[in-house]
């Protein structure tokens, strides 16, 4: 059986132009315990850095400058497998319902409102890391015996 | 110098032409010299010649070092800029997770922040709110940052009023909210706009209160008076967030409301998708004014939900005499339970407004099964040719067709 990693273990990626968000959340993070946190204000930067860190978790701003959200996860969308569940959690200060609706059907699995709530954000975060990891777990106890990777 | 991206290629394109120009005049001028020393420059036209060159490279000469120079020290600005946003940045980020009492560096004390400090607190209070955002806005009020932006947001220059209001919105500061409503009434408009939204996203962070006197009846009683352009009112009434729905029903349910501020609310509710808002919103879809009418029936078809009390009313403005007021009307009743629609839309397949048909066949399509058989039926044997041809182009952007089978039927070849 595959042992349960911690939460804290978790490997997270932020995507936001915004320099200001990026060390909030890294604070935030870093506060509360998880140690692997990457994070790009580039957009177009953060496709080589999902192949290179495999994160658990995308935070993913939507509206930033030349690639924004919808693109990038249009971009991920090739790199995650039917079968996995790698949850991106949007962070946005647009609540129109359309908007919402766009980013859920793109990929999305949560959503944050800017201004955000600190605790807020680490239960959403804290939610879908457990499901991811439940999820990995399914997966690996579905594999035959000796055939785990 | 007056642009954001390619400022290596621009200086060295730059250092090119002037280095080759200010080189060629050179040579030109050493040439006259050594003309003038063996006689070639000699005679006055010559000279005023000579002085022309040499003048023309030593500017040339000046107005390149000048670009360099000013690209060199930009360059400097700008990552000194960014350091200190940095610094502050995780200045600001620390005492807003950490709380008071704990060590800071700098800014402690009532003295005058840089402007980077403030730009970075500013950037930082439009993300976080709760704990975190009340202790930046402490620290804020504490070095009397509101203050200054109130100061510079009631007088002073136009720029400057507007900086501060914006400024003022971005940290959406309890105390800066009266002020601000009190700017609603400038004689500017755009003093007005941007107060407006800097309220409507203070009044979005602050606690609920009842009452006559509480922020939310003072926001509410503010827009009732001021002179705001529609698109304003929606704008700020979209930047209220989870506080909207409250205004948005209290507006609504004021009989005495204007019609322009009836049209925006109805708008609102139907862009911020508040579905439990339906009935109010069906409450205008019998309203005299046209405009309202349909604005009525838009958000229902936003909303996705046709109360059951409005279906009558509805399925009737299918047949409204306004021509938008039956496009509208004719969207939302693909909300409406299919065998009370269908009689009501299948005869709108033939109406005189292209808009209408459209409106009429793309709902019955969205009736299921049996409205799906009435826009086929439409398609193969309306005597109406309109008809007919609004029911293929329907059912091919539906994938109900295939394009063959759309020429066949509208006989084209």
Same mark, same amino acid.
């Given at each position: 059986?595959?042992?349960?990693?911690?939460?804290?273990?978790?490997?997270i990626?932020?995507?936001?132009d915004?320099?200001?968000?990026?060390?909030?959340?890294?604070?935030?993070?870093?506060?509360?315990?998880?140690?692997?946190?990457?994070?790009?204000?580039?957009?177009?930067?953060?496709?080589?850095?999902?192949?290179?860190?495999?994160?658990?978790?995308?935070?993913?701003?939507?509206?930033?400058?030349?690639?924004?959200?919808?693109?990038?996860?249009k971009?991920?969308?090739?790199?995650?497998?039917r079968?996995?569940?790698?949850?991106?959690?949007?962070?946005?200060?647009?609540?129109r319902?359309?908007?919402?609706?766009r980013?859920?059907?793109?990929?999305?699995?949560?959503?944050?409102?800017k201004?955000?709530?600190?605790?807020?954000?680490?239960?959403?975060?804290?939610?879908?890391?457990?499901?991811?990891?439940?999820?990995?777990?399914?997966?690996?106890?579905?594999?035959?015996?000796?055939?785990?990777? | 110098?007056?642009r954001?991206?390619g400022?290596?290629?621009?200086t060295?394109?730059?250092?090119?032409?002037? +280095?080759?120009?200010?080189?060629?005049?050179?040579?030109? $001028?050493?040439?006259?010299?050594?003309?003038?020393?063996?006689?070639?420059? $000699?005679?006055?036209?010559e000279? @005023?010649? !000579? +002085?022309?060159? @040499?003048s023309?490279?030593?500017?040339?000469a000046?107005?390149g070092?000048? *670009?360099?120079?000013?690209?060199?020290?930009?360059?400097? #600005?700008?990552?000194?800029?960014?350091?200190?946003?940095?610094?502050?940045?995780e200045?600001?980020?620390?005492?807003?997770?950490?709380?008071?009492g704990?060590?800071?560096?700098?800014?402690?004390?009532?003295?005058?922040?840089? #402007?980077?400090?403030?730009? $970075?607190?500013?950037?930082l !209070? %439009?993300?976080? /709110?709760g704990?975190?955002g009340?202790?930046?806005?402490?620290a804020?009020?504490?070095?009397?940052?509101?203050?200054?932006?109130?100061?510079?947001?009631r007088?002073?220059h136009?720029?400057?009023?507007?900086?501060?209001i914006?400024?003022l919105?971005?940290?959406?500061?309890?105390?800066?909210?009266d002020?601000?409503?009190?700017?609603?009434?400038?004689? /500017?408009?755009?003093?007005? #706009?941007?107060s407006?939204?800097a309220?409507?996203v203070?009044?979005?962070?602050?606690?609920?209160?009842?009452?006559?006197?509480?922020?939310?009846?003072?926001?509410?009683?503010? @827009? /009732?008076? &001021?002179?705001?352009?529609? +698109?304003?009112?929606?704008e700020?009434?979209?930047?209220?967030?989870?506080?909207?729905?409250?205004?948005?029903?209290?507006?609504?349910?004021?009989?005495?409301? $204007?019609?322009?501020?009836?049209?925006?609310? *109805?708008?609102?509710?139907? #862009?911020?998708?508040?579905?439990?808002?339906?009935?109010?919103?069906?409450?205008?879809?019998?309203?005299?004014?046209?405009e309202?009418?349909?604005?009525?029936?838009?958000?229902?078809?936003?909303l996705?939900?046709?109360?059951?009390?409005?279906?009558?009313?509805? *399925?009737?403005?299918?047949?409204?005499?306004?021509?938008?007021?039956?496009?509208? &009307?004719?969207?939302?009743?693909?909300?409406?339970?299919?065998?009370?629609?269908?009689?009501?839309? %299948?005869p709108?397949? %033939?109406?005189?407004?292209?808009w209408?048909?459209?409106?009429?066949? &793309?709902?019955?399509?969205?009736?299921g %099964?049996?409205?799906?058989a009435?826009?086929?039926?439409?398609?193969?044997?309306?005597?109406? /040719?309109?008809?007919?041809?609004?029911?293929?182009? @329907?059912?091919?952007?539906?994938?109900?067709?295939?394009?063959?089978?759309a020429?066949?039927a509208?006989?084209?070849?």
């Open positions: 059986m595959l042992p349960t990693p911690r939460l804290t273990d978790a490997r990626l932020v995507v936001d915004e320099r200001v968000n990026v060390v909030l959340l890294e604070r935030i993070l870093e506060q509360d315990g998880y140690r692997n946190v990457k994070s790009v204000t580039d957009p177009s930067e953060a496709v080589a850095l999902y192949d290179q860190f495999e994160p658990d978790l995308v935070l993913l701003d939507l509206h930033m400058p030349k690639l924004d959200g919808f693109a990038v996860m971009l991920l969308e090739d790199r995650i497998s079968d996995t569940f790698l949850p991106i959690l949007i962070l946005t200060a647009d609540i319902p359309e908007i919402k609706r980013a859920l059907s793109a990929g999305a699995k949560d959503f944050v409102t201004p955000f709530d600190r605790t807020e954000v680490l239960l959403r975060i804290q939610n879908l890391l457990e499901t991811r990891f439940l999820h990995l777990r399914v997966r690996h106890d579905a594999v035959p015996e000796g055939q785990a990777t | 110098m007056w954001r991206y400022d290596a290629f621009y060295l394109l730059t250092l090119a032409v002037f +280095g080759f120009e200010t080189i060629a005049l050179g040579g030109l $001028s050493l040439s006259f010299l050594l003309g003038g020393a063996t006689g070639i420059a $000699s005679t006055p036209v000279g @005023i010649l !000579l +002085g022309v060159v @040499i023309t490279a030593s500017a040339l000046l107005l070092l000048y *670009l360099l120079s000013y690209h060199f020290v930009s360059n400097l #600005r700008d990552r000194w800029q960014i350091e200190q946003l940095d610094k502050w940045t200045w600001w980020v620390g005492l807003a997770l950490t709380g008071p704990e060590p800071v560096d700098a800014g402690s004390g009532r003295r005058r922040l840089p #402007r980077v400090a403030v730009d $970075s607190v500013l950037s !209070l %439009e993300a976080v /709110k704990e975190e009340d202790r930046l806005k402490e804020l009020a504490g070095h009397g940052v509101d203050h200054w932006f109130l100061r510079r947001a007088a002073g136009l720029t400057a009023r507007l900086d501060a914006e400024g919105g971005k940290a959406r500061l309890p105390q800066a909210f002020p601000l409503l009190g700017l609603l009434h400038h004689a /500017k408009p755009v003093v007005r #706009r941007m407006a939204r309220a409507a203070t009044l979005a962070v602050l606690p609920p209160e009842p009452g006559p006197d509480s922020p939310q009846a003072r926001f509410i009683q503010a @827009i /009732k008076h &001021a002179d705001l352009q529609p +698109g304003v009112v929606q700020a009434l979209l930047l209220l967030e989870t506080r909207a729905g409250p205004i948005l029903r209290e507006l609504l349910a004021d009989p005495q409301l $204007s019609d322009s501020l009836h049209w925006v609310a *109805l708008e609102t509710v139907g #862009r911020l998708g508040l579905a439990d808002m339906a009935d109010q919103v069906a409450a205008s879809s019998d309203h005299p004014d046209p309202l009418r349909a604005a009525s029936f838009r958000c229902l078809r936003r996705g939900s046709v109360p059951e009390t409005a279906e009558a009313t509805l *399925l009737h403005a299918v047949g409204d005499e306004v021509d938008f007021v039956r496009v509208q &009307a004719a969207h939302a009743a693909a909300f409406v339970p299919a065998e009370a629609a269908l009689p009501a839309l %299948e709108r397949l %033939e109406d005189a407004s292209w209408v048909r459209r409106a009429a066949a &793309a709902s019955l399509a969205r009736l %099964e049996l409205g799906v009435t826009v086929k039926r439409a398609a193969e044997s309306h005597p109406d /040719k309109a008809a007919r041809e609004m029911a293929v182009q @329907i059912l091919l952007e539906a994938d109900e067709l295939t394009p063959a089978a020429r066949l509208t006989g084209v070849a």
